[in-house]
C-alpha cells in the first residue's frame, strides 16, 4: 500500500496474514466449542473443580486464555502492529521484531491470565475452608468490584493517565 505524508511516498505495510489467520482460527475455534457445548468446560470454576492436577488444570486454562486473547484481544493491537511494522523497517529483521512486539504482549496477557487462575484457586480453597462465605457469595463478588474499583482513585492510575514518573528519564 503507498500513501503520501505531506507530498512524500511512504509505505504502509500491513497486519501480517499469520496474525489475521491466527485470530480468524481462534474464532473459530470458540464458536465450535460454544455449539458444542464444550466452552463452560473451559472456564476458571470448571477446570479447578475438574479433578484435573492443579498443573493440568491450569495448562487447559493457559490454552483457553490463549485463544481468548487471539480472538478478542489481538484484533484491538492492528493498529499497532501496523505502526510498528512502519517504525520496524529499518531494521534488519522487520518480521522477527514485529514477531517479538506479538509474543511479548501474548507474554504479558497470559502471564496475567496465569495469576488470576492460581488467584482464583486460592479464593476458592478459601470459600471451601470457610462456610460463612460459601453461604455469602455476593460479599466476595462485591469486595472484587470495590477493589477494582478504588483503582480509579489511586495514585497509580493518575501517574499512569499523566506519564508522571518518566519524564526526565532518557
Known sequence: MIGTVAGIGTRKPG???VVIGAIATAWAVAIAA???????????????????????????????????IAAMMLPSTLPLIRLFRVAAEGQQRPGQATAALIAGYATVWTAFGVLA???????????????WLAAHPQLIAGSVL????????????????????????S
Open 15 to 17: 497486519v501480517p496474514m
Open 34 to 68: 460454544e455449539a458444542t457445548g464444550e466452552a463452560k468446560l473451559l472456564g476458571h470454576s470448571a477446570l479447578i473443580h475438574s479433578g484435573l492436577p492443579i498443573v493440568g488444570a491450569l495448562a487447559v486454562f493457559v490454552l483457553a486464555w490463549q485463544l481468548m
Open 117 to 131: 487462575f492460581v488467584g482464583d484457586v486460592g479464593l476458592h480453597k478459601l470459600v471451601h475452608a470457610s462456610p
Open 146 to 169: 470495590a477493589l477494582a474499583g478504588s483503582f480509579q482513585f489511586s495514585e497509580l492510575k493518575e501517574r499512569c493517565l499523566t506519564g508522571a514518573g518518566t519524564r526526565g528519564r
